[in-house]
């Protein structure tokens, strides 16, 4: 069985963004759905009034499971992939891979924009621009 892969964005009341994925049987296409796993994953991390909406979970596409994934999902009907809590603001040093999370955590539209070809230096100029305004 292959799985859809959903990435997901949820902002702590600490501003921290946590980023999780949503795995799902490849038939399971209902968006509802999805979220209402996201939801209640987050209501068993303590965040029982949160809200997931197309800005904060995606479809990002089709994979083979690990067996323990697809245990996961045959237990439950999903399995969720903790990825990284993105701080609100960058490190001194920031990376390309800093900035990008950066902007996919405090920028909606820059959430689930693909920066493959796009030098550090522009993904650079493009946070240190949003700072600024």
């Keep these: 069985m292959k799985i ?9 009341p600490d501003g921290v963004t946590l980023h ?3 795995l799902v049987p490849e038939d399971v ?7 209402a796993y996201g939801r209640q994953y987050l209501a ?3 965040f029982p009034d949160a809200v997931l909406d ?3 979970c995606q479809f990002c596409h089709i994979e083979w499971p690990t067996e323990k994934i697809l245990a996961t999902i045959s237990r439950q009907g999903y399995a969720i992939v903790e990825m990284e809590d993105i701080p609100p603001v960058l490190p001194a040093e920031p990376t390309r891979r800093d900035y990008i999370l950066y ?6 539209e820059y959430r689930f924009a693909d920066f493959r070809g796009k030098s550090f230096e522009a993904i650079k100029e493009i946070a240190e621009s949003l700072r600024k305004s």
């Design 4 to 12: 859809a892969v959903w990435d997901t964005y949820f902002r702590k």
């Design 20 to 22: 999780f994925d949503i």
């Design 29 to 35: 296409s209902d968006f509802a759905t999805v979220c």
């Design 44 to 46: 068993n991390r303590g």
């Design 54 to 56: 197309a800005c904060q």
């Design 103 to 108: 902007l996919r955590a405090n920028y909606p």
